[in-house]
């Protein structure tokens, strides 16, 4: 009765988001606040950039856009309009219980499945909201507290979305996925089941989110360790993405393709070789491949879709 009774009276009093007076927002600029905190310690009720806890890094990264939310989470879940599961925007507000005792964590959502957040273990980082290991069966729902205005693309940009006849790739995307956000993707689609989540990585413990996925991409040989580290935070670059696909798809084949930053005697031309035979990459409209980029989310998505509907 009590929870029922707090809700209707935050939902009372704030319905959506309030400018404060700053201009509009747009994706971009919400994705590119978010990510300046990523790494930002987690703290119980911290409010600064010395710690937030995840209703306070939620309203950060809001009020760095021009709009205030309220501070605590349940009064975050009665705020704005409910948005399904399948219609998620950049920018709406996901919910989740991890306490068993109803709403208790919230995160961002930036495309792609994924939602930025400040979690307990790790402090502001990106998960997916797919999570079979952990935040999957945690969500609860999200909420629409502003509609976040889009940038017109640039003629010298194309779209990667594309699954059968793939256009040059983007050079630029917001979110960069982690070593831990790949290796989660690729558990799911090939269904990867660890026979130990027992890793012996020093920098994953025991409580990461991503633990069983990162367990599982390990003992299929498909990721491994340096000097004992997985450094799951750590990004790829697209030529190390060309190895992880093709060992893990197990993709053959052969095409000599002439990148103009991917040398004969290249680590990776090979791989990056059978990626554009079997038609999952062309490059960039430059002519380059971008071999030391860090591959985007937008990227990985259509590379991921390519490859299973080869």
Not at 51 to 62: K, W
Not at 70 to 99: H, I, M
Not at 123 to 140: A, E, F, H, N
Request: aromatic share 10%; net charge neutral.
């Amino acid at each position: 009765m009590k929870r029922f009774f707090y809700l209707i009276i935050a939902s009372l009093i704030i319905s959506t988001a309030v400018p404060t007076g700053a201009s509009a927002s747009t994706v971009t600029s919400l994705i590119s606040s978010a990510n300046n905190y990523k790494g930002t310690p987690y703290k119980l009720g911290g409010t600064t950039t010395a710690g937030f806890d995840c209703s306070a890094y939620v309203q950060r990264v809001f009020k760095d856009n021009g709009y205030s939310v309220p501070r605590d989470t349940r009064s975050q879940y009665a705020t704005g309009t409910p948005v399904s599961k399948s219609n998620l925007q950049t920018g709406d507000l996901v919910f989740f219980n991890t306490s068993g005792k109803g709403v208790s964590h919230v995160g961002i959502y930036i495309g792609a499945s994924n939602f930025i957040h400040a979690s307990t273990s790790k402090g502001v980082m990106i998960s997916s909201i797919y999570d079979p290991y952990y935040w999957g069966s945690k969500y609860v729902g999200a909420r629409r507290v502003q509609n976040f205005t889009t940038p017109v693309p640039t003629p010298t940009k194309t779209d990667v979305a594309t699954v059968t006849k793939p256009k040059a790739e983007v050079v630029v995307q917001p979110a960069k996925p982690t070593r831990a956000d790949i290796a989660l993707t690729i558990a799911e689609v090939l269904d990867l089941k660890a026979t130990n989540i027992q890793i012996a990585f020093n920098d994953v413990s025991e409580d990461h989110p991503q633990i069983a996925a990162i367990a599982a991409v390990s003992e299929a040989g498909i990721f491994t360790g340096s000097e004992g580290s997985f450094k799951p935070q750590d990004n790829l670059t697209r030529a190390e993405l060309a190895i992880v696909l093709v060992e893990a798809f197990g993709l053959e084949g052969r095409s000599d393709i002439s990148f103009a930053d991917v040398s004969e005697s290249h680590w990776a031309k090979e791989y990056i070789d059978i990626l554009y035979h079997n038609g999952i990459t062309v490059g960039y409209a430059d002519g380059r491949f971008g071999v030391e980029e860090y591959v985007s989310a937008g990227q990985l998505k259509a590379f991921i879709n390519r490859i299973v509907n080869l």
